[in-house]
């Protein structure tokens, strides 16, 4: 029996994924290693908020396209080459660059001036004829892809075939077009799971911290947002509460001392 998408309540934890894996490949045979932790990207060309987040000490990547490079003001082949090795020092992972030609010649051409800027470089690909073509072309020989602007499991399938490293579904753009962006992310973890493909599911648009938190539920790779939506996740008012009274009680004992 072919497996079926499940409801939001009915998803399996990435625990029970992992364990099935196991059993299916054993542990060292582990093919598909999504289920082994989430990691979390930066979806910003800002350095500040990069270093912010890479503060906390939960960042695993940068993520940026060439409207985010805009709104930093990074402009010109050689600024714009020069940001990315920028972020490439303030962060130890993965960092996608995204390609601006739509040609076949032209992304290939771009896509290896990019990788020979950095070892921590990810190629990022448009989600086109040409794009799929070009992540085949990287992904022959070896280098990292993230194919970008997905919005169908059609297309995720195309981008795992190509041998991408990553694949960009936009949840949040889906959400604001009344398409649940969640149920895109579980269609995808379904096919890459029945095959065992390793492209890695990269929820991208986050908009907010529960985007974050259901993309775990879901058993997504990678989520890359904004820091407002990563700092969301500290915030829990009977935690500040609770510190408040930890506070208090500790001066209240300690006062006479
Ligand atoms: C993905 O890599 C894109 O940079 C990004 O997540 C797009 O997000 P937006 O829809 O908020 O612009």
Redesign the pocket.
Known sequence: MPRTAKSLTQRETPKKLCSRQLSRFGTLQLKNKHTLYMKF?I?TANLNEIKAAQALGVLDGV???P??MAKEGITGKNNILKHYVDICNIVTGDV?A?VNAVDYDGMIREGEELADLHDQIVV?LPMTKEGVMAAKYFSDKGVKT?V??VFSAGQALLAAKAGATYV?P?I??LD?VSTDGLALIEEIRLIYDNYGYETEI?A????HTMHIVNCAKIGADVM???LSAILGLLKHPLTDIGLAQFIADFEKGNKAN
């Open positions: 990207f979806d993520t940026t396209n409207s985010l996608s995204e990022k993230n970008t602007l960009s936009f949040g753009r604001d990269l991208a648009s986050v908009r890359t947002g904004p």
